[in-house]
């Protein structure tokens, strides 16, 4: 079955860096292409990022675009979100998450998410 | 601030059903047929409930159904569960710029 977990957060200062990692199982990961969404305490989804399935392109949100950077490694079945000059505004839940057909971009408009992992707390506080 | 507009709450008794909506605009939702919903039970991740305003994903009970209206999409929930309390969002692809926006989420309750 599906498994996505992720790693790696964690309590960070401001203007600070960290690297989330999700490792994914269950399916072929190099198939498909994958999201990173937040939910910051007690509020909503937010929508991070997206790498395509083969890494050849990724796309930000304009409140984390030029500090974050997204990338996979294929022969790992590994994500990963690297980010820098983090905010008080960046403490979130951090959920890597799988679009749901594979070998699509979400510039199709397919931007859907079919499987979610628990999700790894950042915590960006001095 | 959320880019798509949800009731922060609904309610409704075991058996009964309930809408919940999700209001944007000509650029997300009602430019496109890709809306999805979402459901998340405390501490959980979401689960994947519907896509292209009206399909569901395998898995998913027909009791759970989409619809649109011009820039409104909605989320009826029929024969209401004690499982089904949870929060839902809403999600719209955006255009090729702002590609994705979420709904700010309504907490169901089951009276």
């Known amino acids: 079955q599906v498994q996505l977990v992720e790693s790696g957060g964690g309590v960070v200062q401001p203007g600070g860096s960290l690297r989330l990692s999700c490792a994914a199982s269950?399916?072929?990961?190099?198939?498909?292409?994958m999201h990173w969404v937040r939910q910051a305490p007690g509020k909503g989804l937010e929508w991070v990022a997206f790498?395509?399935?083969?890494?050849?392109?990724?796309y930000y949100a304009d409140s984390v675009k030029g500090r974050f950077t997204l990338s996979r490694d294929n022969s790992k079945n590994m994500l990963y979100l690297q980010m820098n000059s983090l905010r008080a505004e960046d403490t979130a839940v951090y959920y890597c998450?799988?679009?749901?057909?594979?070998?699509?971009?979400?510039?199709?408009?397919?931007?859907?998410?079919?499987?979610w992992g628990q999700g790894t707390l950042v915590t960006v506080s001095s | 601030q959320s880019a798509l507009t949800q009731p922060r709450s609904v309610s409704g008794s075991p058996g009964q059903s309930v809408t919940i909506s999700c209001t944007g605009t000509?650029?997300?939702?009602?430019?496109?047929?890709?809306v999805s919903w979402y459901q998340q039970h405390p501490g959980k991740a979401p689960k994947f409930m519907i896509y292209?305003?009206?399909k569901r994903p395998s898995g998913v009970p027909d009791r759970f159904s989409g619809s649109k209206s011009g820039n409104t999409a909605s989320l009826t929930i029929s024969g209401l569960q004690a499982e089904d309390e949870a929060d839902y969002y809403c999600?719209?692809?955006?255009?090729?710029?702002?590609?994705?926006?979420f709904g700010g989420g309504t907490k169901l309750t089951v009276l």
């Open positions: 790498i395509r399935y083969d890494g050849s392109n990724n």
């Open positions: 999600c719209s692809y955006a255009g090729s710029y702002t590609l994705v926006v």
């Open positions: 292209d305003v009206n």
């Open positions: 000509s650029s997300d939702v009602g430019g496109y047929n890709y």
């Open positions: 998450a799988k679009l749901g057909r594979a070998f699509y971009d979400i510039l199709t408009g397919y931007i859907y998410f079919d499987y």
């Open positions: 269950g399916f072929t990961f190099s198939s498909y292409g």
